[in-house]
């Protein structure tokens, strides 16, 4: 079985910072794209940034520039630091991997539980 544990969620004020913590346990073969995404109240999740296992990175345009995502392969952790954070980065953020347990077991989607980001004045 595979969980992702998330932390580092937190309040902050406007144009502050935060980092957020994502590892991967259990049974785990190999992880391949790992991502970050968030839902506000009365929205949608949305993706918000993701990393492939080489490095690839991907954002979305309301956080380019000032969200950055990074992974240690060896830790089977991502990382997403926030910075100049606006009112509207307020949401919980959920982590997202795609692991295959073992080399026979098919690509599986898992979600870690969430953390709240509130950023307020």
């Known amino acids: 079985q595979v969980q992702l544990v998330e932390s580092g969620g937190g309040l902050v004020q406007p144009g502050g910072s935060l980092r957020l913590s994502c590892a991967a346990s259990g049974s785990i073969f190999i992880i391949y794209t790992m991502g970050w995404y968030h839902q506000a109240p009365g929205k949608q999740r949305e993706l918000v940034a993701a990393?492939?296992?080489?490095?690839?990175?991907n954002y979305a345009g309301a956080v380019k520039g000032r969200f950055t995502i990074s992974r240690d392969n060896a830790k089977n952790t991502v990382y997403l630091q926030m910075n100049s954070l606006k009112l509207e980065d307020t949401a919980v953020y959920y982590c997202?991997?795609?692991?295959?347990?073992?080399?026979?077991?098919?690509?599986?989607?898992?979600w870690g539980q969430g953390t709240q980001v509130t950023v307020s004045s």
């Open positions: 990393i492939t296992s080489g490095g690839s990175t």
């Open positions: 997202n991997a795609d692991i295959k347990a073992s080399i026979v077991a098919r690509l599986h989607d898992y």
